[in-house]
């Protein structure tokens, strides 16, 4: 069965830089979501989309901006990265907001900055 | 706000034995959801149990089950005849049933030796 795709699986970026991560859910599923997971500890939600349409917030920084295309497929964008900023982030999907509904993770993209 | 705790950062099993993991969580509201994430050393998030707040018998799912404790807002995972591919960090996690408001709250983890 397919599965929710992130890439790149890995990336390395220097302090202030930019980074893109992208995310391909799992087919129709229309929610999205984002979070990031720092050595050693438990993922923190980030920021969701339902059918395109940012519908919860989590612990985002300003610095980083995220959206849901037409094609369901999201973006999270992250600009002038700091050391902090290195973590695991996953995607994970679900079809549609309901809470009882399964939120299925991606295998996460590895951001490291230097 | 919900919080998820784990009071146990590390637990070990010998292989065929069960072990039993625990998990409470703190919220004023009647229905949600609870489920327990499995993450490997490649770190993926694999679902391995899900319990709806309203139902009052535990899941089960092979030899994975759970024991939830409504009132005493308590999820304890059971594994049973422990296999090496069990060792793992198991991640305990609360989902609201508010629209605006049902992320994911993960605990902080236990980590899962399995002895051969």
């Known amino acids: 069965a397919a599965g929710v795709i992130q890439s790149p699986r890995h990336l390395i970026k220097e302090k202030r830089e930019t980074a893109t991560l992208k995310c391909y859910p799992i087919p129709r599923h229309d929610t999205v979501y984002w979070y990031q997971q720092g050595p050693g500890q438990d993922p923190q939600f980030l920021i969701s989309f339902y059918e395109k349409m940012q519908s919860d917030k989590g612990s985002i920084p300003d610095r980083f901006s995220a959206q849901q295309f037409s094609d369901y497929h999201s973006e999270l964008n992250m600009s002038s990265l700091e050391l902090g900023d290195s973590a695991l982030y996953f995607c994970a999907s679900s079809l549609t907001w309901f809470s009882g509904n399964t939120i299925y993770f991606g295998e996460g993209s590895w951001l490291t900055v230097v | 706000a919900q919080t998820v705790t784990q009071s146990q950062p590390e637990m070990s099993v010998q292989e065929a034995e069960t072990v039993t993991l625990s998990c409470t969580y703190d919220t004023s509201e009647s229905d949600y959801y609870l489920f327990w994430y499995k993450q490997p050393p490649s770190r993926q998030m694999i679902l391995v149990i899900r319990q709806e707040a309203y139902k009052q018998q535990n899941a089960t799912e092979n030899r994975f089950s759970v024991n939830f404790q409504k009132a005493a807002k308590s999820f304890s995972l059971k594994i049973s005849d422990s296999q090496l591919g069990d060792a793992a960090m198991y991640f305990c996690?609360?989902?609201?049933?508010?629209?605006?408001?049902?992320?994911?709250?993960f605990g902080a983890g236990t980590r899962l030796t399995v002895k051969p």
């Open positions: 996690a609360y989902r609201s049933e508010i629209v605006d408001n049902n992320d994911m709250r």
